[in-house]
């Protein structure tokens, strides 16, 4: 058998994690046994199907590197396919017209409800002969007897009733034919081996089994994959924050970093944490995902993010870097090197953005000093040393203005003052910073450059008079 699986998202909205997810373990199952990945969009919902949607759809796809073989399908382009179908299903009597009122569906429904039975089409229509000029739709007969067997390779045997499946409708009275339909046709004639997708279409499944075997086609196999929750143990949702693919990107998370996650949820290989794709690749079996529910842990996407960031290349993370510090007003070409910051910096952030944003003193001065650093740092005793460091400083040709003779000039005023190097580096650090951490203090000097170095002790001096003035 040639492996052939599918990511089918329907367009009414952005690229869930949910969905991301989904979409990895369907590539990663066809790239491990040599198959076929394709990329199929269900748009058949025209209110809700957007252009803009299937854009961030693509968009996601191409940002995390999952290339498929096959497609983009639309199938809002196969809709004469799916009618002819629908339509020799009607003739070998395997589906039929109905046209039931709202009222009385509505009726039927609320009886069942008060009964407490699984509310579900009564087949009223199924011996009706329906005029086809007049409105109705088309249901699918499915059979009454017997059972459906979902053999799912996450959950094992999975047993339906037939006589809890009802017939569902496979064409609407517009015309439109309905995700369960569609889904089968084009799963059969794109010869999908393994449909992999969310636990909340397992319901679906035993309907969608007995439509292909209908149409005369053997089912493919199927994994239903657990769904993804909040903290709170609800599905994952707006309200928990950030669930769009494209969203992680903006706010500075790698690509690496977010499929290495997702891989993590819900699925392990011993005690392992960090995969490279090709590993994915290689050790990803759908067999061992597990059948409960994941929970998202921002905190543990964080560190493999970090984790990324401070082991890639730090060219790579210079260009992804640079959009980021222009979303806050910085332009990087007017500064430092880039890469030579992210050389300095990566190990101290979790995301792009707050590397642009702890980076940002190395290209512009800050508005104000962090308190508790300036309240322990910037005292009257630390004057000495920082106007003996500002008048070495200002000798230096800045030809010198490496780390190199940097440290040596904080060395000698340390030895010089009878200071250990902390009470020196610590208030310099603050002034040039406006915070108490930052790289090494002669790496930091030579990001920030000679001017604005010298511009900013004597701010740090001003600062200093000024509170001692007010007490």
């Not at 999908?192 to 909340?200: A, E, W």
């Not at 969608?208 to 493919?220: D, Y």
């Not at 409960?292 to 730090?314: C, E, G, M, R, T």
Request: hydrophobic share 40%.
């Amino acid at each position: 058998m040639t492996v052939r699986t599918r990511f089918a998202p329907s367009p009414t909205g952005y690229l869930h994690v949910g969905g991301a997810r989904t979409a990895l373990f369907s590539y990663l199952f066809a790239r491990r046994h040599g198959g076929q990945f394709v990329l199929r969009i269900e748009d058949t919902d025209l209110e809700r199907s957007t252009a803009e949607s299937v854009n961030a759809i693509m968009e996601g796809m191409t940002w995390l590197g999952l290339d498929y073989d096959e497609g983009p399908f639309f199938q809002t382009e196969r809709f004469e396919r799916y009618q002819t179908v629908i339509d020799e299903l009607l003739d070998k009597g395997l589906a039929y017209r109905c046209d039931c009122p709202k009222e009385r569906l509505e009726r039927l429904r609320d009886k069942q409800m008060a009964a407490k039975v699984k509310p579900r089409y009564d087949g009223h229509c199924r011996g009706r002969q329906i005029d086809p000029e007049q409105p109705h739709v088309v249901r699918f007969k499915n059979p009454v007897d017997g059972a459906v067997i979902v053999e799912d390779l996450i959950r094992g045997r999975v047993p339906f009733a037939n006589a809890e499946l009802d017939d569902l409708i496979i064409r609407r009275s517009d015309g439109s034919p309905t995700y369960n339909l569609t889904v089968v046709v084009d799963d059969a004639e794109m010869q999908i081996s393994h449909v992999i997708r969310g636990d909340d279409h397992l319901t679906n499944t035993p309907r969608q089994i007995n439509i292909l075997k209908a149409l005369g086609h053997e089912p493919p196999k199927y994994a239903h994959v657990p769904m993804i929750l909040g903290p709170d143990g609800k599905r994952l949702s707006k309200r928990h924050g950030a669930v769009s693919v494209v969203a992680y990107r903006d706010a500075g998370y790698l690509p690496e970093a977010l499929l290495n996650y997702l891989i993590r949820l819900g699925w392990s290989h011993g005690d392992q944490e960090v995969f490279s794709l090709d590993e994915m690749i290689s050790l990803f079996d759908i067999a061992d995902v597990n059948t409960a529910a994941s929970a998202f842990n921002v905190d543990k996407l964080d560190w493999l993010n970090q984790h990324y960031i401070q082991h890639a290349d730090p060219l790579r993370i210079a260009r992804l870097l640079s959009p980021h510090m222009g979303e806050i007003g910085i332009d990087p070409s007017e500064g430092p090197d880039l890469v030579a910051v992210v050389e300095a910096q990566a190990a101290r952030a979790k995301t792009l953005t707050e590397l642009a944003r702890i980076s940002a003193f190395c290209y512009q001065d800050f508005d104000d000093y962090d308190e508790t650093a300036a309240k322990k740092h910037l005292r009257p005793v630390a004057r000495p040393a920082l106007e003996r460091l500002r008048a070495e400083l200002d000798m230096l040709a800045l030809e010198d203005w490496e780390p190199e003779t940097l440290h040596r000039v904080i060395e000698r005023v340390s030895e010089a003052l009878e200071l250990n190097m902390g009470k020196v580096a610590q208030p310099l650090r603050v002034a040039i910073v406006g915070r108490a951490a930052s790289p090494g203090i002669d790496i930091t000097l030579q990001l920030v450059g000679k001017a604005a170095t010298l511009r900013r002790i004597d701010r740090a001096l001003a600062f200093i008079d000024a509170r001692a003035a007010n007490g």
